[in-house]
Each structure stands twice: as C-alpha cells, then as structure tokens.
C-alpha cells in the first residue's frame, strides 16, 4: 500500500511540474498473466482477507484498519440510453458502448489498466454488474476486447470473472455492486429504480446466492453492494421498514442473512440508503432519506462483524434535490448551493453519523461508494464542493468510491482515467486537471492505521412484521416457539432492552463479551417455575431464567408476551437485582446507550453492568399481555 500511495504522490508532483506521465501506450504491453507488477505485490502483502468492521472501520483478517480507498471501474451494468439501435455507440451514455464490460477493455489491457489504478493511490474497487449481465449467453463481439484479444469468445459473466481475477492477483479488493436489472444506463425511471422492478425479489436474491457463491474461494472478493441508488418509479415509493414488497430494509435484512448463511460467510453486506422518495414537484413532498432510517431502525445481520452502510453524494444534487435541470427540477437547494458549514451538517445528519456515533445500533463503517465531479467543471459552486467535500471525508476519515474510474477520451471528462481508440492514457495522471490536488490530498490524507480494538456491539431486533432470530445456534435448533413473532440476539450478545409494544429489542456483548457459553441447551420459558428469589413484580406474570442463564430472546404474539429464551452462561452469574418498570415510560441508563431502538414506544433498558433475567407482563384489564418490566441483574 505504501508504494500505491507513492506512485499518487508522484503523479500529483509530476502535474504541478506540468510534466506529464508516460501514457499507458508508452508501457510494454503485457498480459495480466506475466506482466510484473510490483506495486500490486505490495498492496497484497499489505492486508489479509476476509474484511470484517470493528465498530466504525473496516478491519482485515489480522484485524487492522482497511480503509476503502476505492472508485468504481463502470460498465458491465450496461450503458445504453433506452432508445434506439444498441449497436449505435450514439445510444449509450457518453457514447461510451460498454458491451456489458467493464470500459476499456476494447482499448487498453487489462494488465495496463489495473497498473494505471495502482499509480491513482486506490486498494479496492467497486464492480458495477446488471442481473441481465449475469444472464446473457452471447459472446462479447471481439472489438468489445481488442485489446485484450484472450477474452474473445467469453460471455460477459465470463469476461468478468476475468476482470475479477486478474484484478484480485493485482491485491485489489473487489466489491460486487448489483446496479441495474437490465443492461441499462441508470437512472430515473428506467426500470431500474428498485431491486424488484424489472424481476422478482426472488430472481435478485438468486442472483446475488449464484455471484456469491461463484466467487466465494477468491478471498479478495470481499462485499456484496445489494443494489444501487433505490428510489421512486411512476407510482410508489421505495421503504424502510413497513414489510411490504417496496421494503428495502426487509429485503436487505433478509438476502444479507442469505448470503451469510448459504454462499459466502466472508462478506462484508453493504446496504446503500434510500436515495429518492416522493415526486420531485415545489410543494409535494420529496426528499433523499439516504441513510437517515437507519438512525432507528437498523439491520442486524447473523454475523454482527459484517455490516457497512453506503450513500451516494454529487454537488449537482440536493438533500430535496433530484439533481434534474428542466423537468423534475425544483427550487430546493443542490449540496453545492450549500455553505461549507451547512454542507458538513447535512451530510453528517444524512450518511457520517452511522460512523461518527458511537456504541449505537447503528453504528458500522460509512462508505461513500460514489461521488464525483467533471475535469471540464467551470462553475465555481461544483469546484468549491468538490474540495469541500474532499476535506469533509478528510475529516471523518471515511472510506470512499470515486465515480467513475475509466472512460473514452472525448465522451465527457468524469473519469480519472480517459483512454483512446490507440489506447493513450489521459486524465489525472497526465496533464493539467484541476482535481489532481484534492484526489492526492484524498488518498495521502493521514488516517488511523493499525490494529483496531475490539469494541462493543450493540444492535437491535425488529419483530414488527416477521422473525428477527439472529443466532445461528439458535437458528440451527428449530422452531421454538411455533407461531409467534420471534426475537434472538446474535450469538455472544444478551438481550439488554425490551419496548412495551410492537416487539423491539436491543442486544449487546458491553461489559460481558464471551458471556454465552459454548455448549449447553436454550431454556424456553412460558411459565414462573424458575422464579425463585423472590417477587420481583407483585401481581404480574413473570418470566424467568434458570440460575445460571440469562434471557438472549423473547417471543410474541400479537402484542403480547409468549416466552422467554434464556442462554447458558460461562461463569456463575448474581442473583441481585432490581425491577426496571417501562409500562408508563422510558426506564433507560442516563445516555441511551445503544441508541433509540423503539421510536414512539416506552421500553426498558438495563444498563451494561447487568443482564435480563426476567420479563414481566400481566392479563389485567386493557393490559394485554405487553412487556411491563424487566429483572435486572448484576453482572
């Protein structure tokens, strides 16, 4: 990694000189089987896969601090427009024909553009796909690899494989991002606007299960990027939570699990907010949710180690902005019409606080997986936020994707790297680009490095529509409570906080990690037989744990409380405690530690020197049966 980051600087000294580098059809061409690649070595010497997160960073397999320094590398999710001949270059975005392949095969090899990615300073890369990708059996045309004339004949799955591989031997890591359906370019209404528009959730999670398990044995295939920028078709809004077919966190929630527990367990699952809800017209609602749903409700995968959240920003758009000039256009404020201090603001309200807050439910690694601006950008409001934003994931030392790496010399100027028909390099690297300053100042900027510690997990249960068991010991005993809506922390955390109605949860591992033993049976719980101590809430049914096991679960029935699950302890746990009551209020630890985890219900928490023994409830009258209050024991 240290030679990547020298070969950024070198080239940031080389354009303030105004020399500019050697382009790529000055290099030797090589394949990507026998081109020497020292840089690469290095970088793959650097980290250990898997990637899992520790709190807020993304650590590896030695559990030291990976930054994303990464940017996307576009084009096998499609590129044509929607209308016309999809021969006609003409009809594809910036005339760039993508063929379904990653841009630049056509004009460079493959070995050429993964070192040109070494001299850019990134260690990962963001691999766009559409599920039609996966599916086309067609050989790619042999001009679509004419630099690259070993990839003839392959379907385009095929040639990413290709990518994939020569791009992991290189020490990158690989993110796989499903974003679009159809080989189309996104977005608005294209029929791409959710995972399920163009197909079924059952087709997308397919999909993701085939790709998951296709790449599981290459190591440095290190995330799965569920879909890209969900947002409104014509008629209906994408959701966060109201488990319907429109439900993002549902369906996230559900395939990460899947491809944890049936294709890859490595993964890290990567969920990207809500990028649009609402029609885009002055005085109707409309808005960017980004990540801010996740503040209280937010996922809580089988492997707690494995969650990163993802948002999307360019000055074009606005927090109410869809970024559309003409139709679609209203007179909200873009992120570039913002002032520095209100940019920064809004951007840790919509997407930094996930990892800015810690010992949340919340709380996991932030990856700005796309923004980006044009070399030939001249207004003054695109420049200053591109530097402004550059300073802001500076400042947080978030993990970042530029959009997009490679493009066609002539066809807009996004791109870091353009490449002509001959196969010349131009871009950051070559020449005079305003961006080359604030990209070096990225990519050097002074991060934490090193081991990271190992921090406290909290996270949270949602039981308003479905089972939310989280334990895979759990999971791998069946059914225990056949019928009711039922809720397991995952394992190594104990259940900590319970809401009066609607089934939500908080879970932590804080100020007891390691506390569930190894072996040993669950204990379901329906009735008082363990209550032994004492009465700990006169006149209500309470449920209790044997001696030596604390509650991990609960279940319900509608809203009323049907059992407890109590798991097996590794040391003796005490037997003095306290009631914390929660029928007519909050009962939480000063700070809220593990954040808000039932908005708009009274819930009760225990603080983190204590576990649940018990769950009370009672029958009375317009009672119900809801969870009234918890035993609270010391540790």
Same mark, same amino acid.
Request: with cysteine.
């Given at each position: 990694?240290?030679?990547?980051?020298?070969?950024?600087?070198?080239?940031?000294?080389?354009?303030?000189?105004?020399?500019?580098?050697?382009?790529?059809?000055?290099?030797?061409?090589?394949?990507?089987?026998?081109?020497?690649?020292?840089?690469?070595?290095?970088?793959?010497?650097?980290?250990?896969?898997?990637?899992?997160?520790?709190?807020?960073?993304?650590?590896?397999?030695?559990?030291?601090?990976?930054?994303?320094?990464?940017?996307?590398?576009?084009?096998? +999710?499609?590129?044509?427009?929607?209308?016309?001949?999809?021969?006609?270059?003409?009809?594809?975005?910036?005339?760039?024909?993508?063929?379904?392949?990653?841009?630049?095969?056509?004009? *460079?090899?493959?070995? #050429?553009?993964?070192?040109? %990615?070494? /001299?850019?300073?990134?260690?990962?890369?963001?691999?766009?796909?559409?599920?039609?990708?996966?599916?086309? &059996?067609?050989?790619?045309?042999?001009?679509?690899?004419?630099?690259?004339?070993?990839?003839?004949?392959?379907?385009?799955?095929?040639?990413?494989? *290709?990518?994939?591989?020569? #791009?992991?031997?290189?020490? %990158?890591?690989?993110?796989?991002?499903?974003?679009?359906?159809?080989?189309?370019?996104?977005?608005?209404?294209?029929?791409?606007?959710?995972?399920?528009?163009? +197909?079924? !959730?059952? +087709?997308?999670?397919?999909?993701?299960?085939?790709?998951?398990? @296709?790449?599981?044995?290459?190591? @440095?295939?290190?995330?799965?990027?569920?879909?890209?920028?969900?947002? =409104?078709?014509?008629?209906?809004?994408?959701?966060?939570? $109201?488990?319907?077919?429109?439900?993002?966190? #549902? /369906?996230?929630?559900?395939?990460?699990?899947?491809?944890?527990?049936? *294709?890859?367990?490595?993964?890290?699952?990567?969920?990207?907010?809500?990028?649009?809800?609402?029609?885009?017209?002055?005085?109707?609602?409309?808005? =960017?949710?980004?990540?801010?749903?996740?503040?209280?409700?937010?996922?809580?995968?089988?492997?707690?180690?494995?969650?990163?959240?993802?948002?999307?920003?360019?000055?074009?758009?606005?927090?109410?902005?869809?970024?559309?000039?003409?139709?679609?256009?209203?007179?909200?404020?873009?992120?570039?019409?913002?002032? @520095?201090?209100?940019?920064?603001?809004?951007?840790? @309200?919509?997407?930094? %606080?996930?990892?800015?807050?810690?010992?949340?439910?919340?709380?996991?690694?932030?990856?700005?997986?796309?923004?980006?601006?044009?070399?030939?950008?001249?207004?003054?409001?695109?420049?200053?936020?591109?530097?402004?934003?550059?300073?802001?994931?500076?400042?947080?030392?978030?993990?970042?994707?530029?959009?997009?790496?490679?493009?066609?010399?002539?066809?807009?100027?996004?791109?870091?790297?353009?490449?002509?028909?001959?196969?010349?390099?131009?871009?950051?690297?070559?020449?005079?680009?305003?961006?080359?300053?604030?990209?070096?100042?990225?990519?050097?900027?002074?991060?934490?490095?090193?081991?990271?510690?190992?921090?406290?997990? $909290?996270? &949270?249960?949602?039981?308003?529509?479905?089972?939310?068991? &989280?334990?895979?010991?759990?999971?791998?005993?069946?059914?225990?409570?056949?019928? *009711?809506?039922?809720?397991?922390?995952?394992?190594?955390?104990?259940?900590?906080?319970?809401?009066?109605?609607?089934?939500?949860?908080?879970?932590?591992?804080?100020?007891?990690?390691?506390?569930?033993?190894?072996?040993?049976?669950?204990?379901?719980?329906?009735?008082?037989?363990?209550?032994?101590?004492?009465?700990?809430?006169?006149?209500?049914?309470?449920? +209790?744990?044997?001696?030596?096991? %604390?509650?991990?679960?609960?279940?319900?029935?509608?809203?009323?409380?049907?059992?407890?699950?109590?798991?097996?302890?590794?040391?003796?746990?005490?037997?003095?405690?306290?009631?914390? $009551?929660?029928?007519?209020?909050?009962?939480?630890?000063?700070?809220?530690?593990?954040?808000?985890?039932?908005?708009?219900?009274?819930?009760? &928490?225990?603080?983190?020197?204590?576990?649940?023994?018990?769950?009370?409830? !009672?029958?009375?009258?317009?009672?119900?049966?809801?969870?009234?209050?918890?035993?609270?024991?010391?540790?």
């Amino acid at each position: 990694m240290k030679r990547t980051l020298l070969g950024a600087a070198l080239a940031a000294a080389l354009l303030a000189a105004g020399t500019p580098a050697a382009p790529a059809s000055a290099l030797p061409a090589t394949s990507s089987a026998t081109a020497p690649a020292p840089a690469g070595a290095a970088l793959a010497d650097s980290w250990q896969p898997p990637l899992s997160t520790r709190g807020r960073y993304v650590v590896d397999a030695d559990g030291r601090r990976f930054k994303l320094k990464s940017g996307n590398w576009h084009g096998a +999710q499609g590129s044509w427009n929607g209308s016309g001949d999809l021969a006609d270059p003409a009809n594809h975005h910036d005339a760039e024909k993508s063929d379904q392949l990653p841009l630049g095969l056509d004009r *460079a090899p493959l070995a #050429t553009i993964l070192a040109d %990615f070494h /001299a850019l300073g990134i260690n990962s890369l963001r691999l766009p796909f559409s599920n039609e990708m996966l599916h086309d &059996q067609r050989p790619v045309p042999d001009a679509a690899v004419a630099a690259n004339p070993q990839l003839r004949g392959r379907t385009p799955l095929q040639v990413f494989d *290709a990518v994939v591989a020569a #791009t992991t031997a290189e020490g %990158f890591a690989v993110i796989l991002n499903n974003h679009t359906n159809t080989s189309r370019w996104c977005c608005g209404l294209d029929g791409n606007e959710r995972w399920n528009t163009s +197909q079924s !959730t059952a +087709q997308w999670e397919n999909d993701w299960l085939f790709l998951a398990r @296709r790449y599981k044995d290459n190591k @440095r295939v290190v995330g799965a990027d569920l879909y890209n920028e969900v947002r =409104r078709t014509v008629m209906d809004d994408a959701n966060w939570g $109201w488990g319907d077919g429109h439900d993002w966190w #549902t /369906a996230t929630q559900r395939l990460g699990d899947r491809l944890l527990t049936e *294709a890859n367990p490595d993964l890290l699952v990567i969920v990207e907010g809500i990028n649009w809800q609402g029609i885009p017209a002055d005085g109707l609602f409309h808005w =960017r949710p980004t990540l801010e749903p996740a503040r209280t409700l937010s996922h809580t995968l089988v492997a707690s180690d494995k969650l990163v959240y993802s948002a999307h920003f360019y000055g074009y758009t606005g927090p109410n902005h869809t970024g559309a000039t003409g139709t679609g256009e209203t007179h909200d404020r873009r992120y570039q019409e913002l002032s @520095r201090e209100d940019l920064f603001a809004t951007l840790d @309200r919509q997407a930094f %606080f996930v990892s800015a807050d810690t010992g949340r439910h919340y709380t996991a690694p932030v990856w700005i997986s796309e923004f980006g601006i044009g070399a030939d950008e001249t207004n003054p409001q695109g420049r200053a936020w591109f530097g402004n934003f550059v300073d802001h994931l500076v400042a947080t030392d978030a993990d970042f994707a530029y959009w997009p790496l490679v493009g066609f010399t002539g066809h807009g100027r996004w791109k870091l790297l353009d490449y002509d028909a001959q196969g010349r390099r131009s871009g950051i690297l070559d020449g005079d680009d305003w961006r080359a300053a604030d990209w070096s100042r990225l990519v050097t900027a002074p991060a934490k490095t090193g081991t990271v510690p190992v921090t406290d997990t $909290w996270d &949270q249960l949602n039981l308003d529509h479905a089972d939310a068991v &989280q334990s895979l010991r759990v999971r791998a005993g069946g059914d225990w409570d056949q019928g *009711a809506r039922k809720g397991v922390c995952p394992d190594g955390q104990r259940l900590v906080g319970l809401a009066h109605r609607d089934g939500r949860g908080l879970c932590t591992d804080a100020g007891a990690a390691g506390l569930t033993a190894p072996t040993g049976a669950f204990t379901v719980v329906r009735d008082e037989r363990y209550v032994k101590e004492g009465d700990w809430a006169s006149g209500y049914t309470k449920l +209790q744990c044997p001696q030596g096991q %604390f509650m991990t679960g609960y279940s319900v029935r509608g809203q009323a409380v049907s059992a407890a699950l109590c798991a097996p302890a590794t040391r003796a746990l005490p037997v003095s405690g306290r009631t914390v $009551w929660f029928d007519r209020g909050d009962s939480r630890p000063a700070g809220g530690p593990g954040g808000e985890f039932a908005q708009g219900n009274y819930k009760g &928490q225990c603080a983190t020197t204590e576990y649940v023994a018990g769950v009370a409830f !009672t029958g009375a009258w317009a009672k119900g049966k809801t969870p009234d209050a918890l035993l609270c024991r010391a540790l």
